[in-house]
Nanobody, 116 residues
Framework: QVQLVESGGGLVQPGGSLRLSCAAS????????MSWYRQAPGKERELVAS????????NYADSVKGRFTISRDNAKNTVYLQMNNLKSEDTAVYYC?????????WGQGTQVTVSS
């Protein structure tokens, strides 16, 4: 059974940091591109960052470049999103996604709220 379980969300003040984790099971994690998406109220889901399996090549949305870092630990079947210098506009539900070809899996999401 495939599972993607996100954790690490919460309430943080502007300028603060959070580290999201996504624990995967039920598939060969290292073969999949792993991504973080987010969806704010009333907005479409958008790609935040992605990382390839074997090579670990990364890609970021312009809005988070220099502030967020995606990484993965293939031995732990886990992908991370380190978020620094958080802004109110980063408030959203953050989702983990696994992709390989036409196969994709989604997690249930974790809420991140940036507010003073």
């Amino acid at each position: 059974q495939v599972q993607l379980v996100e954790s690490g969300g919460g309430l943080v003040q502007p300028g603060g940091s959070l580290r999201l984790s996504c624990a995967a099971s039920g598939f060969t994690f290292s073969n999949y591109v792993m991504s973080w998406y987010r969806q704010a109220p009333g907005k479409e889901r958008e790609l935040v960052a992605s990382i390839t399996g074997p090579g670990g090549n990364t890609n970021y949305a312009d809005s988070v470049k220099g502030r967020f870092t995606i990484s993965r630990d293939n031995a732990k079947n886990t992908v991370y999103l380190q978020m620094n210098n958080l802004k109110s506009e980063d408030t959203a539900v953050y989702y983990c996604k696994a992709l390989r070809g036409f196969i994709n899996y989604w997690g249930q999401g974790t809420q991140v709220t940036v507010s003073s």
